[in-house]
């Protein structure tokens, strides 16, 4: 018996090796690999911009070396469970670290308690959200294998819970009330009406657990349909939100002084729902056209269903579900789950059979993908070039990198500080009011208001600190500096009547700086009082 079990090993064993070695499954593993570890500490951002442009790199790499195997007369096929496994041992595997970081076995990084290797629990979420169904699709008659199921889903649930992130719960826990239901033959209807009375019950608790930051994010709606009126068929263009969002808040929360949003409000970088985003952007006609392509994919699903589409669709309902509170889209691992989902879904599709088609996106696909290798190798060594003149206050440095990275209003904001901290006060305000263009800010308009005192020009100094206050009104350091600017302009009038608003103003975060602003103003109008003179 042992005689013939030994061939019979060497084959099983033989066949897998043959799997993973396939060049696909090679460069997805590594793609997706890169896509959560990538971590580098000659860029600015060393958690979050290797990700991203190591990410693209790999992703335009494989779509060349892909295409080209393609061209060739040679098959590109993915298997599907070798990908599910890859996926479910990577998420796992995040949970994991989540999980030691919240207990102190690993130092957590940065502010939060649990991310794993995210700058953010919302990357936590979006990893694990789209990883489960993948997990899921394990589920068989073998009890081993499904040990192995539940103990991954129970890893992931609390790596959630103690990241603290209510969208992930949320759709974890339909993800699986879902399974189980369809597990046990309920009908569909009735998954319905459990699923929805579910979603109903799990969100009032999540606003009722964090109702400050729920508050938060409805402001942040509000003003972002402000934005949708003002251009609702096209929107307002690429990167929209990051260039217009702050001045719309600003605007909001001036107009209405006493609201409960005033000590809510922040400097916001992301509307916390995809589609917000989308509409701010693209407009109703871009909302229209992702409407149309779910529908099309649900569509093509239910015309040749299988487990493999299922799971897919699935993971992408998980997608769209975290898509409502959050901004899974910001990281790479997303673009890549959700590139093998699509190609899960479309692969069937018959346009997709026909040998010019093949061919003629296999074209594209090499051509593309050499131009984005090379413009992010471009792209990568100006990031690295930016570190260092930002380590070294190499102003030189810094001009030769604006061809580059002119448009990059994070750049010019940096830029424009190193500037400013050199002496070189015109010059730093070029710069700043290039980036005011790019982007609306908070900081940025600190900055300009502190650019245009020490350039003697006091009303659009009094200008930008009074916006930097309206888009933060729970803010001191504008109300600090405006009163600053009053003093040297010598209206003492004006700089008691700001004093008295500070020592007045309700604090939302204790801070040294908070404290020494209120102490600050406290003693003048105390000086004011008793000399009033």
């Given at each position: 018996?042992?005689?013939?079990?030994?061939?019979?090993?060497?084959?099983?064993?033989?066949?897998?090796?043959?799997?993973?070695?396939?060049?696909?499954?090679?460069?997805?593993?590594?793609?997706?690999?890169?896509?959560?570890?990538?971590?580098?500490?000659?860029?600015?951002?060393?958690?979050?911009?290797?990700?991203?442009?190591?990410?693209?790199?790999?992703?335009?790499?494989?779509?060349?070396?892909?295409?080209?195997?393609?061209?060739?007369?040679?098959?590109?096929?993915?298997?599907?469970?070798?990908?599910?496994?890859?996926?479910?041992?990577?998420?796992?595997?995040?949970?994991?670290?989540a999980l030691c970081q919240w207990t102190g076995i690993v130092f957590p990084q940065g502010y939060y308690t649990a991310t794993a290797h995210f700058d953010n629990p919302a990357g936590l979420t979006?990893?694990?959200?789209?990883?489960s169904p993948f997990a899921l699709s394990f589920w068989c008659r073998q009890r081993a294998v499904n040990a192995a199921v539940a103990m991954c889903m129970t890893l992931m649930f609390l790596a959630?819970?103690?990241?603290?992130?209510?969208?992930?719960?949320?759709?974890?826990?339909?993800?699986?009330?879902?399974?189980?239901?369809?597990?046990?033959?309920?009908?569909?209807?009735?998954?319905?009406?459990?699923?929805?009375?579910?979603?109903?019950?799990?969100?009032?608790?999540?606003?009722?657990?964090?109702?400050?930051?729920?508050?938060?994010?409805?402001?942040?709606?509000?003003?972002?349909?402000?934005?949708?009126?003002?251009?609702?068929?096209?929107?307002?263009?690429?990167?929209?939100?990051?260039?217009?969002?702050?001045?719309?808040?600003?605007?909001?929360?001036?107009?209405?002084?006493?609201?409960?949003?005033?000590?809510?409000?922040?400097?916001?970088?992301?509307?916390?729902?995809?589609?917000?985003?989308?509409?701010?952007?693209?407009?109703?006609?871009?909302?229209?056209?992702?409407?149309?392509?779910?529908?099309?994919?649900?569509?093509?699903?239910?015309?040749?269903?299988?487990?493999?589409?299922?799971?897919?669709?699935?993971?992408?309902?998980?997608?769209?579900?975290?898509?409502?509170?959050?901004?899974?889209?910001?990281?790479?691992?997303?673009?890549?789950?959700?590139?093998?989902?699509?190609?899960?879904?479309?692969?069937?599709?018959?346009?997709?059979?026909?040998?010019?088609?093949?061919?003629?996106?296999?074209?594209?696909?090499?051509?593309v993908g050499i131009v984005a290798v090379l413009c992010l190798h471009f792209r990568i060594a100006a990031e690295m070039r930016w570190r260092q003149a930002y380590l070294s206050k190499d102003l030189?440095?810094?001009?030769?990198?604006?061809?580059?990275?002119?448009?990059?209003?994070?750049?010019?904001?940096?830029?424009?500080?190193?500037?400013?901290?050199?002496?070189?006060?015109?010059?730093?305000?070029?710069?700043?009011?290039?980036?005011?263009?790019?982007?609306?800010?908070?900081?940025?308009?600190?900055?300009?208001?502190?650019?245009?005192?020490?350039?003697?020009?006091?009303?659009?100094?009094?200008?930008?600190?009074?916006?930097?206050?309206?888009?933060?009104?729970?803010?001191?350091?504008?109300?600090?500096?405006?009163?600053?600017?009053?003093?040297?302009?010598?209206?003492?009038?004006?700089?008691?009547?700001?004093?008295?608003?500070?020592?007045?103003?309700?604090?939302?975060?204790?801070?040294?700086?908070?404290?020494?602003?209120?102490?600050?103003?406290?003693?003048?109008?105390?000086?004011?009082?008793?000399?009033?003179?």
């Amino acid at each position: 018996m042992e005689y013939f079990a030994i061939p019979r090993l060497r084959k099983s064993l033989s066949r897998i090796l043959r799997i993973i070695l396939r060049p696909e499954h090679l460069l997805l593993t590594a793609t997706m690999a890169v896509s959560i570890f990538a971590s580098y500490r000659g860029m600015i951002e060393p958690a979050t911009a290797p990700k991203r442009y190591f990410t693209l790199t790999a992703i335009s790499a494989t779509a060349v070396l892909l295409a080209v195997k393609a061209l060739s007369g040679r098959k590109v096929d993915f298997n599907f469970r070798f990908v599910a496994a890859v996926i479910t041992a990577l998420c796992t595997e995040e949970a994991v670290y989540a999980l030691c970081q919240w207990t102190g076995i690993v130092f957590p990084q940065g502010y939060y308690t649990a991310t794993a290797h995210f700058d953010n629990p919302a990357g936590l979420t979006a990893c694990l959200c789209a990883g489960s169904p993948f997990a899921l699709s394990f589920w068989c008659r073998q009890r081993a294998v499904n040990a192995a199921v539940a103990m991954c889903m129970t890893l992931m649930f609390l790596a959630l819970a103690v990241s603290h992130s209510r969208t992930g719960v949320i759709v974890m826990s339909i993800l699986l009330a879902n399974f189980a239901m369809k597990l046990y033959g309920v009908c569909a209807r009735r998954r319905f009406y459990a699923l929805a009375s579910l979603v109903v019950l799990l969100t009032a608790v999540g606003y009722l657990l964090k109702r400050g930051s729920a508050d938060g994010r409805m402001l942040i709606w509000r003003c972002s349909m402000e934005m949708i009126a003002d251009s609702p068929w096209i929107g307002h263009g690429i990167g929209a939100f990051k260039r217009l969002y702050m001045d719309y808040q600003a605007s909001f929360l001036e107009a209405r002084p006493d609201t409960a949003y005033a000590l809510l409000a922040d400097n916001v970088l992301s509307p916390f729902n995809e589609y917000i985003h989308l509409c701010v952007c693209f407009g109703m006609a871009g909302l229209a056209l992702l409407a149309v392509a779910v529908a099309f994919l649900v569509k093509s699903v239910r015309k040749r269903p299988s487990p493999e589409k299922r799971t897919a669709l699935s993971a992408l309902y998980c997608i769209g579900g975290v898509s409502l509170f959050s901004y899974p889209f910001t990281y790479p691992f997303i673009w890549v789950v959700s590139g093998f989902i699509l190609w899960i879904l479309l692969k069937d599709v018959p346009i997709f059979r026909h040998k010019a088609i093949r061919v003629t996106l296999s074209v594209g696909l090499v051509a593309v993908g050499i131009v984005a290798v090379l413009c992010l190798h471009f792209r990568i060594a100006a990031e690295m070039r930016w570190r260092q003149a930002y380590l070294s206050k190499d102003l030189a440095e810094y001009d030769r990198l604006v061809p580059t990275m002119g448009k990059t209003p994070f750049f010019l904001y940096n830029y424009a500080v190193v500037l400013d901290n050199a002496g070189e006060k015109e010059r730093s305000l070029a710069v700043a009011r290039r980036c005011d263009g790019l982007m609306a800010n908070y900081d940025l308009e600190l900055l300009l208001g502190d650019l245009y005192r020490d350039n003697r020009n006091f009303k659009k100094s009094e200008s930008h600190y009074r916006k930097a206050s309206a888009m933060c009104p729970c803010r001191f350091v504008p109300l600090n500096q405006l009163y600053d600017l009053y003093l040297l302009e010598g209206d003492t009038a004006k700089a008691v009547v700001l004093a008295r608003q500070v020592v007045n103003k309700t604090v939302k975060v204790k801070s040294r700086t908070v404290t020494q602003i209120r102490y600050k103003m406290r003693q003048a109008l105390l000086e004011r009082s008793t000399n009033p003179y």
